[in-house]
């Protein structure tokens, strides 16, 4: 196909562990095809050649946690006719958003020998922070599946077909025994679906990795917990994880700070 | 005094952000600087405070191409901290797992990230317009280890499944035939990765690197050994701060790993080879001779066969564990959590990856340390770019920055595990 009349697709990396943007090389069986529908014109973790700019869809991974970085989403925005968050770290900040709850010197000082060379922010926040985001994939990390959903629905210019309700609605698809009701404390009623309800078909607790449903309630399942045993610390600890900032869950583990 | 330029700002190829500074003067390369500004993460920090059941889960984010190493090295430390051992088919399925690992994420950088510099693309898949049979293989094989990863992980990126003590659920054998038939094809198309690798064209390059792995009593290793090298080490992981130190340098977020005594060292599928090649079976010994290996193989160029060579290693080292296979009537072993400190070094595809964590009684991290893979190779890295740059200065730019590029990828470099971990640059004055 001419490459000019092929939508042209770039990849962008900030703090992350790369898991999200692995997940289209880890489409193994449509990497080929994909690569023959669109251009993939900017993805540094697969390709050396670069190319510049504008493009119709722009994939971002990672939080951003310096000043450069900040600048950066700022430009990419500037080059991106549509852009999309992928996983937990671009939506809500990430695991290293753990900083935000305490003192990045100390944080620093724990870690580096040299304070003084490192250039970090005191926050790890989300692109929306900084710029407007078209779509929040969310996950950590995201589902190969949607995120092919996500790239089909933005070149053909409709909405991603992406459920917004809980793990539960996927334990319930795929006939697993909810984990819930045998005692295990489970984060699933309040989690994003997209994973496919992974955890309870291995027989342990949801851990929360997709973030917030759509309008979870969070404070009755806390209360569910505490009758399963679970201490104020556990609750706030499985709240304050892979995404300790997204709303519902940094009230929850703020309802349960001591 | 002629001064020239080069700078390449961000690596293609690799795993994270990283450049290369390369100082020419008077047609001399002075000094070549590997950079790391992938942001620091704080894992270290933030894991104070968390429960060791947590810490699988936490530990996968540092790589979501190697997050088996992360878990299993956590793991190992804590049971190594409460004194649990675990055993039999539990161990077994622990290897098994690590397998997936390493065929996938060798794979991964055998096809898609490293070939195409031997042969001249920009990447796998314009590679895949000229060698669609090889990248169509190699893509296969890569998707049987991230299928063996999500059988007994639940998922390929950032698995569920692994926890202190062993595992929540464990496969049935029924579960494992389906793989196993799949692993049978896997290995015959790593033989054909190994002799299509084995035909690429090599620089003539050899260093003498001090050689760091795992060696264990009678197996390849994977999740256990002793810490061994070429030169005088033969220690105890609890021990490798006796002998290895993290230094910070200016231009790196990643730490520096160094020998005390000596520097620089070399970690990862060179160094594991190089020290455990009586222990590959003799069909991949066999296999890695036609390919034109010798028991130690001291060009980094030529890690892409050793890699590969690995692959096939995995591939058999998979079917003979499922081979021997019976579920375990418990899915773990008890954990009691107890204070004190406990260590755990397994190899990851890209070499070792040590932990040590201290525990209050009630199981919650006191402090942590992490010493990834990459982090241990960069000083390596540097020494490398040295020695392949120095006969190249007065070269043009564009041929000293391919080389150089190629130079860094024969590491298989996953900068956001090292960050505690690339710009390139080359400074003509």
Known sequence: MDDRRQPRLAVWKFASCDGCQLSLLDCEDELLDLAGTIKIANFLEASSAVEPGPYDLSLVEGSITTEHDAQRIREIRLQSKHLVTIGACATHGGIQALRNFADVREFVAAV???PEYINTLATSTAISAHVPVDFELQGCPINKTQLLEVISAFLAGRKPAVPAHSVCIECKQRGTVCVMVQGTACLGPVTHA?????????????????GPMETPNTAALAREWRALGATRHDIRRVFRSFNAMAEPFLQESAAHDD | MTTRTIRVDYLARVEGEGALDLHISDGRLVAAALSIFEPPRFFEAFLRGRGYNETPDIVARICGICPIAYQMSAVHAIENAFGVTVGGQLRALRRLIYCGEWIESHALHVVMLHAPDFLGYPDAIAMARDHGDAVRSSLALKKTGNDLLRLLGGREIHPVNVRPGGFYRVPQRSELEPIAEKLKQAYDQAIGLVRWVATFP????ERDYEFVALRHADEYPLNEGRLVSNRDIDIDIADYESEFEERHVAHSTALHSLLKRRGAYL????????????RLPAAVRALAAEAGLAAVCKNPFRSIIVRAIEIVFACEEALRLIADYEPPKEASVPTEPRAGVGFGCTEAPRGICWHRYAFEADGTIRTARIVPPTAQNQPSIEADLMAVGAPLASEPDDVIRHRCEQTIRNYDPCISCSTHFLRLAVHRT
Do not use: M
């Open chain 2, 202 to 205: 090599f620089p003539d390059f």
């Open chain 1, 194 to 210: 997209g994973c496919g309800a992974i955890c309870p078909s291995y027989r342990r607790g949801c851990y929360g990795c997709y």
């Open chain 1, 112 to 114: 580096y020998a040299s």
């Open chain 2, 267 to 278: 970690v990862g599928p060179l160094a594991r080879y190089a020290l455990n090649f009586d």
